[in-house]
């Protein structure tokens, strides 16, 4: 190969400059080849990046284990580089671009010694398309080129799109010496460029997904007028042919994979329901021609949680993660296959746990917890097109249009099922409040409650004050904007135990949600939205009682009032910078809270 396979000049320029910081041993360009990337295995087995797995049960398919502490994203590390802290806001973690650069390069200088530098060219979204954005990720990291070549469309064609086109965002990873103390994973959206160093964990070196996807994206989407989402995308087709797409929302690790393949539950098969999944995690959305919201998955891959998916759970993905996956942070079985915590079959007897020792089950570490097999933020990277349900609309270019789009967290009490938004307005309020319980999915203290604007609060690239502005804007230029509602499936009886059975029972409320879409049913009115007449929820089939069916549309006043504290607390952090609408919606909720006499 030549040294160049581009005539790119910014791009060679930029390679040119980076290998003088890093100092690789040399250089290989990922042209997207079969050949390279069954090399790239090879060599990572080879170095102990990778474990080959049972090739006869599970073609293609590696485990890789990352350091017991980089196991996912790590907040506190990740930093939004503006010249201006108001460009980034109150919520972000901000550093001045010259002093972040400046501490960067520090662990950058020298970083890839004895290391092979890839340059991996992609493109986010199909490419060619001009609704997609492309990306070059320099990475001394093997597992992050397997990783991107399954998450993102990679190699010769990107390049040869980028002959004549000089944006690309410029993305630098090095895995340095993997110390949590030089970590840190920088976005800078004034240079198109993200730097990462210190991490091997996905959402940390993945860089075209969350870095570029949403935190870079957000504020091209901002600046260009389209949105930049934190969101799911799914297709509900009926049996006369007719598909309806919706988008949703929900924090990490609160069920957007789960839902973008769910299974029509029995009680529903009559209804001949097919579910397409156009996306797991990300969504890039546009006004079209037509006046309405039109939305493309810029990934090509899902990077999905494994603790929990099985058969009944989620059975597509147990049939998409058969072949050509990457497990990471799972447990390793005496016959070469994986196994984790609600996986399905029996538990297995004996194993070697994600850290690489060796488990049995049943074992219990110094403070009395039981020791698991796999990470709680264990996860798999597999291509979408092993989805027995992939959408045939993946590949064009102008994506499918939204009729809903839904917010959700996880909320053991306060929110209800569902309910709708009264408007635009409104239900961006019902975005902009969101709040969740802490998952795995991030370091930091499990199950405390958070607000998650939109599921956006780790990943809007700018001020979220302005981010608000800009979502009631997207509404006032579209003549026909999706309805908004808000979904929980968290919510917990006396007991502790979940009351909604959720999963592919989930469908029951996007029914609701279409029906209303397509302004085919009434519903009742309470003070935070609209809610369904309970006979409006089909629940053939479900062994659900009207009491729980009930519960789970209550509105507790004094829960509410406590909720509204909370949002007052979170909006003034925006100081006046947070729109006026907002503290409208604020208000109106209040006084229908205070009157209310449910
Ligand atoms: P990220 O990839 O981190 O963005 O997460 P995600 O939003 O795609 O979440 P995912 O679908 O992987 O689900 C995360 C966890 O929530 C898993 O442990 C699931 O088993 C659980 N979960 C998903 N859907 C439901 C549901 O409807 N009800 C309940 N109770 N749990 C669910
Ligand atoms: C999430 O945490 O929302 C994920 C996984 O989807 S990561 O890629 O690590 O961000
Ligand atoms: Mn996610």
Same mark, same amino acid.
């Given at each position: 190969m030549k040294k160049y396979p581009t005539h790119n000049k910014k791009l060679i320029n930029w390679v040119d400059k980076m290998t003088r910081l890093c100092e690789p041993?040399? &250089?290989?360009w990922i042209d997207g080849s079969e050949e390279q990337k069954l090399r790239l295995q090879e060599e990572s087995v080879l170095s102990g990046e990778l474990i080959r797995l049972n090739q006869k049960k599970l073609p293609g398919c590696f485990l890789h284990r990352t350091s017991i502490d980089d196991v996912a994203r790590t907040e506190h590390l990740t930093f939004i580089c503006t =010249?201006? =802290? #108001?460009?980034?806001g109150p919520t972000s973690n901000w550093m001045p671009p010259k002093l972040a650069y400046k501490k960067a390069e520090a662990i950058f200088k020298g970083s890839m010694r004895w290391r092979t530098m890839y340059v991996i060219p992609f493109s986010m979204g199909p490419v060619g398309s001009e609704f997609s954005k492309i990306g070059v990720e320099l990475t001394d990291s093997r597992y992050?080129? *397997?990783n991107m070549l399954i998450m993102t469309r990679v190699g010769e064609a990107v390049l040869r799109h980028l002959e004549d086109k000089d944006d690309f965002t410029k993305c630098l990873h090095s895995k340095a010496d993997l110390d949590i103390n030089k970590r840190m994973i920088l976005h800078f959206p004034e240079d198109n460029t993200i730097w990462s160093v210190g991490s091997g964990y996905g959402g940390n070196v993945l860089l075209g997904k969350k870095c570029l996807s949403l935190r870079i994206a957000s504020v091209i989407a901002r600046r260009e007028m389209w949105l930049a989402e934190h969101m799911l995308i799914m297709g509900i087709e009926e049996p006369n042919g007719h598909i309806e797409y919706i988008a949703a929302a929900f924090p990490s690790a609160c069920g957007k994979t789960n839902l973008a393949m769910l299974i029509p539950p029995q009680g529903l098969r009559r209804k001949g329901y097919r579910i397409w999944t156009v996306g797991d995690d990300i969504a890039w959305m546009r006004i079209d021609s037509d006046g309405a919201l039109w939305a493309i998955n810029p990934e090509s891959g899902f990077f999905g949680v494994a603790p929990g998916t099985n058969s009944r759970t989620n059975p597509n993905m147990v049939e998409t993660i058969k072949k050509d996956t990457i497990f990471t942070n799972v447990l390793l079985k005496p016959d070469g296959t994986v196994w984790w915590e609600g996986a399905d079959g029996e538990i297995p007897a004996e194993g070697i746990d994600w850290q690489g020792r060796p488990w049995r089950p049943g074992m219990f570490d110094a403070s009395g917890r039981p020791i698991l097999g796999?990470?709680?933020? /264990? #996860?798999?990277?597999?291509? &979408?097109e092993n989805c027995p349900s992939v /959408?045939? #609309?993946?590949?064009q270019h102008h994506g499918v249009p939204i009729s809903a789009i839904v917010f959700g967290g996880r909320r053991q009490h306060l929110a209800p099922l569902v309910y709708e938004s009264f408007n635009w307005q409104h239900g961006v309020f019902l975005g902009a409040t969101m709040a969740s319980e802490r998952t795995a999915a991030q370091v930091g203290k499990l199950g405390e409650v958070r607000r998650d604007p939109m599921a956006m609060f780790p990943f809007c690239g700018y001020n979220m004050a302005e981010y608000f502005k800009h979502w009631l804007k997207m509404g006032k230029n579209m003549p026909k904007a999706p309805k908004i509602f808000h979904v929980n499936w968290f919510r917990i009886d006396e007991n502790g135990k979940f009351l909604w059975p959720g999963f592919g029972e989930n469908l029951r409320v996007l029914e609701w949600i279409l029906d209303r879409c397509n302004n085919k049913i009434s519903a009742v009115q309470t003070p935070v939205g609209y &809610?369904?007449? &309970?006979s409006d929820i089909d629940i053939t089939g479900l062994k659900l009682s009207k009491n729980s069916l009930q519960k789970l549309f209550e509105i507790h006043k004094k829960d509410w009032m406590v909720e509204l504290e909370s949002i007052k607390t979170f909006f003034k952090k925006f100081k006046? /910078? *947070?729109? #006026?609408?907002?503290?409208q919606e604020y208000k109106a909720l209040y006084s229908r809270i205070k009157n209310y006499k449910g």
């Open positions: 041993q040399d &250089i290989v =010249k201006r =802290k #108001r460009t980034a992050v080129v *397997l796999a990470h709680p933020n /264990s #996860r798999f990277t597999t291509p &979408i /959408s045939f #609309r993946l590949e &809610i369904p007449k &309970i006046n /910078s *947070l729109p #006026r609408e907002l503290w």
